[in-house]
């Protein structure tokens, strides 16, 4: 009778079994035994690039704020968050404040993983260092944003192998700035000055970062801390590549129609038609849906075809005024890079004129925007622009160039420069309009050159800080004067604040003098 | 035959399939028809006895097989003395030879052996009070009915004329009928577990009774685990609820009908239809899942629990609190085991019983918010004092300005909904073999408006249960289907929602009509131009758009039971568990104003199913060695677990649509998959050990391993002890009359937990979408896409099993013959190593946040129950009150001990978990002068709020934010009353709580003065000539960040409800009788959530939350809606 319970026994022993725990993720491959090829390499260093996209960085959060606090634009949006950047009255715990530190510190993770593996890896080495050089470039980008927007923040450059390495100290911005220097400067010797003969998957491939692009952004930061000389050089060095070109029409650099062209420096880049469908915003973990397009163009679009959350300011639109071209014509750089109200402008192939009133109060961005290309920018789908943003063109480095040899006392040497730029779009020569200016009349005059060719591209608000202009009470009662957002400018706000969250997370780390 | 069919059980079971076994139970029930009733009657049985009372004769029989007596004293005259002898003899022939001198009947049914007078007549087992023919008496007949309190009938009940030996017992609806010698008898009406009671028949012919359960909680028995045991004998910490008064919530969930009824239990809830519940036991023990587990009919049910399951199946409910109770469930008994037992099905014929009711929701209150020309104003106002133009819309002296639409969001979109609940089931059996089945239909439609979408739920339940015995074997099983359909409230996928359903309702602004047939779908919303806000039709996004979520869910699990040895049995237990889910999602092309517009139609439809299956071996032996009694279990546990889930999306669909795949843009088609597995295994034990019903103590001990955790950290080893001590059983201590029942009881231990939702926390991995663009001509649009691959999330490998340490004193007290039963119990429970997320610097650059033992926390408390139960005549009275209090105090978080901040809440060490935080305000600025005196606040304006300078730094910023109250209450309580008298029933219900803050965050929202809807307070705001106010000036851009947390919103969360009132009717058998198809027929009316009692200025302070670190934060939890219900209780 009681036979057949022992059957049981071996069952219940059978039923501990630990072998039984060790179960493995079925779905993604686990980071152990990654790094292994060179396709491990190159993927990976191709993931990099992904936090320019993501909605803190290019895909829209670093517009508003490179763009809102100039003051080129301005913001009405009904959202606080856009409404209150260029107000200097930011929430410190709110989006805008932490959105783009987000993007860019996942950037550096990526980056410090790429460069903390490959070498390890046995692979092509000329493979291998492009993919380290663009690594070491991008990681040196987003440490260039982090101290240029936020000031003092931490340099993580390892990978924290458990919780405890998760608290990296704060440094001040000088240092962050000399990481993006050290960062540049393996790129530009690491990258090639195209991609269009090596060997390897990239063969052929246009949109990562080159030697020159490398060299760009090395005298940007140079710049940046005032070191005029070395960044001098580094200028000098891209022109001297001789690859690089303005493009005929000024408008080309802000359309779908011609991405990658010969002004275009290192340009970030965006499709309607190439990735998922879903909005990849992030923050959150990167997912097979993503689009990879977007949101600037419907967030600074007019109303009615778009959100119309950041608008041009008047300031911007009458100094285009101040100068005809050699012709007598208006500068065809305005009409590039707004909408306003003239009996001939269309929006969206709609008249304005019957669309907004004969209303001069009424201006609109038109630069990277889908105007003339889609009835409006919530067509076929809202956030789904695919404009390319020139993050730096040749443009740049002949101002930034010329201005550099002011800074240095060359102030005659710099009016070739300008000119390139200016006759571009027809405006008469430099050196017969204004001849022998002093040095500081030529700082004058390259702040209204750049205040024009980069209008609505975010340089104008780097320019007001690197420029000093905040402390000189002079030049801030005429940015109070130009565009009433610098009436709530506080000391110290110029940098955004530190997001509350990451303060609150990792102690010992200061919130921004001023917020 | 027998040999062979036990090596088939044997191999089956060994396979661990599930099927074979299910199959093999099939082929068992048939072969199981072998009377039972005949083996009990064959058992060999020892005794020897000499002029013993015949009661104790009976209880020495009982011991020797499994089978109770079922007599009436007075009627067999069970205290006559007799003597036994029977050496190895059939119990048959000792039944006869001691029963057949006495002319006493016997006959078994179910696990009782009945005996009844013999009459001469064929002996029905209830027949045995008739009258013999010869009686000198003159008979009047009288009839009756006997129901316990809850208007139940009571099968059995022995009723006796006073000083006779004539009676009869109740049938099966509690009716008897007796011919008594004289209409001023008195009847004396006893039965088993209720207290006796003598009536007077009172020359009445016929008598309903209603009995009460006597001292029945001491004596109840209480399933505690692998095991049950009688109240009086519990060690741990067990909370018994009345099923009656849980029964008695129309909701499709269990958890959120103990809300109230059990101290120690919290369940916060919200009204929207087929929504979760948090339930807690003892406050916080988790960081992620504090529901406690539920087992039901001794099965740990893992996914969501409570949620697929009828409530009208439930036999009885308990709780267990602390670590020795809870111990046998280990690794899963963290927070806490609600134990569940089903109504199973009783030897007879079939049964057959309907109840159901149906009834009427709404939503019991409405905000005050301003209509369309205090909008107007307040916004007016905000844009004036921001420098901004005035909105077209908004302006008189505009030709937009909208003047003849003026729509209230709230009563344009709230309605009343239905609930309806009705449940058949059918039982019976026979001695060996019994069943039970049961269909259940739910139906709930929401309280707020919205065609297809409107959020509704409903669910179907059909349930099996079977069991049976054969020899030394029993075996039996349980299954259940259930289907179920949710409509979600939905928001627009590429706009996320700026609140929730209630938030966008009452922003949505009085100048947009609700219908509006110039755009697309036919729905208003805002023009960006002339009206500037950017506010959600709630009641056209439900109409438009659909979501929904189907799961059906199969739970089936199969037990045998072994008993080769006299109380040695093993125990197999298989179970399995699966979900089913499909989540469609559809969002059609439509224009619901500015923002809400979408151009692309948009579709994701995901399937997913998940499972557990679980294998439970145990082994128990119980002996007794004179005064010792010793219970031993130990066994072992295997469960799986396992996720499933693939992921269609398309966009591109163009009207008329179909929500098909392949019907849209095929280009924009993709799919996304994956699975996760968990496995866990277990070795328990257990000792109970009993003095002589003095001394208990109870030790448990068990070892754990979890696949979630590193080889390192994967096995855990966790340990109880408890004791009690009897003390009314003391013979040297002699308690005054009134102390019926005293007991001590204390327990300390540990339990581990790895209920966190990550399976695979501690590795990490390689994500393949991190993938970018490049182009492949200079100067042309041409991209493509580039593969990208990297680590983009972080991961701890040094995770490790969190551990909950438990102390539990309590004192039990039964007063005045246990009518009135006290508990108090004290507990202190220690959390440690808590599984949590808690934020890490963004500087890490990770996307996640990865789970670490992030903290430890302690929860401690007092809680009280009293139950009273007491009848008086025809009237029965019942008082059950508990009440508990919590305290909660962070020890420890993370390595650096950095606080985390909720929604408006800070959680940090040596204070509680989401305690609210914010800024303290000190009134408004009147003018520039007060500005400049008070510490700096960059954007303040007159007419700005002041916040405290709280660090003294004269500058104010996020440093400056403090504690401004307990989102915990300090006390919760519950009390039920009810009281029945004759065929009428009656009950109250309230429940509270007392001393919590609630921040309102939709108040917030309402008053935040911008271009969304207005709370009507904000009328009240400040300008130069209207200082004497408390409301700041609206502001567009809100500069000053009046808008902000602080304790402008923190409000008392303090409350009592009505939260049921029910009366109930029984319809006479009598007439019933007549119908030859009723046997019973009880109806009633009932009201939940008739009436609340607070301060609170939102809709509902009874609200839903994250529960946890924003746990006081209400952002428009669904309002509980106020229902009116009718009931049917019928029995054929």
Known sequence: MTKYFFYIIPFIALAGCSKQLRQTNPNQETAQVFWKTSADAYNAGNSVYGSLIL?????????????????????????????NCGKFALDVNGFAAQAPYTAYYQGVFRANQVIENVPKISMDTALRDRILGQAYFLRGLY??????????????????QSSAGYYVHQSPQDSVYGQAIADFTQAVSLLPVS?????????????????????????????????????????????????????????????????????????????????????????????????????????????????GDVQPTKILYSEFLQEKTAGGATDPRLYATMFYNTPTMTVYGQSFQTTFGKNDSEVFCRKYENDGFYPNEFTPAAFQSGINYRMIRYADILLYYAECLNETGQTAQAYPYIQQVRARVGLPDLATVHPNMTQQQMRDQLAHERFLEFGLEGRRFEDIVRWGWLQDPAKLAMLQARDPEFNTYFPGREYMPIPLADIQANPGELQNPGW | MKKQLSRQIAIAIMKISLIPALLLMLVFCSYASDSRGQKLLDKKVNLQLVDEEMRNVFTALEKQIDAKFVYSPEIIGASRKVSVEAKDKQLSKVLSDLLEALNINYELVDNYIVLSKKTGKSPGYHSYGTIPDNSPYAYVKIGGRVVNSTGQPLEGVSVVVKGTNIGTTTNANGEFSLNVPDPQSTLVVSYIGYQG?????????????????????????????????????????????????????????????????????????????????????????????????????????????????????????QVLKDASAGAIYGSRAAAGVIIITTKKGRSGPVRVKYSGYIGAQNMPKTLPLTNRQQYQQIT???????????????????????????????????KTGVIQDHNLNFSGGTEATSYSMSLN??????????????????????????????????????????????????????????????????????????????????????????????????????????????????????????????????????????????????EPQYDLGWYYLNNTAYLTDSRGAQYTALVENTLSYKFTLGQHRIDLLA???????????????????????????????????????????????????????????????????????????????????????????????????????????????????????????????????????????????????????APGSIQTQVADPTLKWETKTTSNLALDLGLLNNTLLFTAEYFVNTDKDLIAQPPIPLSVGATNTPYVNAASLRNSGIEFTVTYHKTFGKLALNIEANAHTLKNKVLQLGGTNDPIYGAESKTEVGHEVGQIYGYVTEGIFQNTGDIQKHAIQPNAAPGDLKFRDIDGNDTINALDQTYLGSAIPKLYYGLNLSLSYGAWDASVFFQGNEGNKIVNGLYQTLMAGQYTNHYIDELNYWTPTHANTNVPRPVIGDPNGNDGPSDRWVQSGTYVKLQNAQLGYNFPTAKLNRTHVFKSIRVYVSGQNLLTLTKYKGYDPDIISDGLFSRGFDYGSFPNPRSYMVGLQVGF
């Open chain 1, 55 to 83: 909605d803190g960085s290019y895909m829209r959060f670093t517009h508003v704020i490179l763009n809102t606090r100039g003051d080129d634009a301005t913001s009405n949006s009904p959202w606080n968050e856009i409404y």
């Open chain 2, 197 to 317: 009671q003598e009536i007077p028949v009172a020359d009445k012919t016929y008598l309903p009774i209603a009995l009460t359960a006597e001292n029945s909680q001491l004596n109840d028995v209480v399933v505690v685990g692998y095991g049950t045991v009688k109240k009086s004998d519990l060690t741990g910490s067990v909370g018994v609820v009345n099923v009656g008064n849980v029964e008695k919530v129309a909701t499709y969930d269990v958890a959120r009908s103990l809300q109230g009824q059990v101290a120690g239990v919290t369940v916060q809830g919200s009204g929207e239809p087929g929504g979760f519940v948090n339930i807690k036991i003892r406050g916080i023990s988790s960081l992620n899942d504090n529901n406690p587990l539920f087992v039901i009919d001794g099965v740990p049910i893992v996914n969501e629990a409570p949620y697929d399951f009828p409530m009208d199946d439930i036999e009885s409910i």
């Open chain 2, 380 to 414: 007016t106002q905000a844009e004036k004092n921001a420098g901004l133009p005035i909105a077209a819309a908004n302006d008189p002296s505009n030709a937009a300005y909208i003047s003849n639409t003026n729509t209230d969001w709230q009563k344009a979109a709230f």
């Open chain 1, 195 to 307: 991609y269009a003969n090596v060997s390897g998957p990239d063969q052929g491939q246009v949109g990562r970062a080159t030697k020159g692009a490398a060299m760009a952004f090395l005298g940007k930061t140079y710049l940046f801390i005032h070191q005029f000389t070395l960044a001098a050089q580094q200028f000098l060095n891209v022109i001297d590549l001789g690859i690089y070109s303005l493009v005929p029409n000024y408008h080309d650099n802000f359309t779908d129609q011609d991405e990658n062209n010969a002004e275009s420096i290192f340009e970030v880049q965006f499709s309607r038609t190439v990735g998922g469908t879903a909005d990849g915003w992030g923050p959150n973990d990167p997912d097979a849906t993503w689009g990879k397009y977007e949101a600037r163009a419907v967030t600074f679009g007019p109303r009615n075809f778009a959100y």
């Open chain 2, 441 to 586: 239909y739910f139906d709930q439609s929401a309280t707020i408006k919205g065609g297809p979408g409107e959020p509704k739920y409903n669910r179907y339940n059909a349930n099996a249960s079977i069991q049976s015995k054969a020899g030394i074997l029993s075996f039996g099983g349980r299954f259940a289907f259930t289907e179920s359909h949710k409509q979600n409230i939905t928001y627009p996928h590429l706009h996320p929602n700026i609140g929730n359903e209630i938030v966008d309702l009452d922003r949505a602004i009085p100048t947009v009509p609700v219908n509006d047939p110039k755009r697309l779908g036919g729905f208003g919303g805002t023009d960006e131009v002339t009206q500037k806000a950017i506010v959600l039709n709630v009641i056209g996004m439900n109409n438009l758009m659909n979501s929904y979520s189907d799961r059906n869910r199969f739970l089936g699990n199969s037990w045998l039971e072994l008993e080769p040895v006299k109380n040695l049995k093993y125990r197999l237990n298989l179970v399995y568990d699966r979900t089913e889910t499909r989540d469609l999602f559809f």
């Open chain 2, 635 to 785: 066994g072992t546990t295997y469960e799986k677990d396992d996720l499933q889930n693939m992921t269609g999306l398309e966009s591109g669909f163009n009207p008329p649509y179909y929500l098909s795949f392949g019907t849209g843009d095929p280009t924009t088609a993709s799919v996304t998959s994956g699975e996760q597995r968990a496995t866990m295994s277990s070795f328990l034990g257990r000792i109970n050990y009993n003095y002589g019903d003095r001394y208990l103590i109870t030790v448990n001990a068990r070892r754990d391993g979890s696949s979630k955790f590193s080889p390192e950290h994967r096995w855990g080893n966790f340990g109880s002890v408890a004791g009690a001590w009897n003390i009314s059983n003391e013979k040297f201590i002699h308690l005054p009359d009134a102390v019926s029942f005293l007991k001590l009881r204390g327990g300390y231990g540990t339990l581990g937990n790895q209920n966190f939702p990550s399976y695979y926390a501690y590795t990490t991995y390689i994500n393949s979408n991190a993938s970018y663009l490049f182009g492949n001509t200079p100067g042309s649009g041409n991209q493509y896409l």
């Open chain 1, 143 to 160: 440490f260039f944003h982090l101290a240029s927007i936020y000031r003092n923040v931490p340099i993580p450059l390892t990978i924290a």
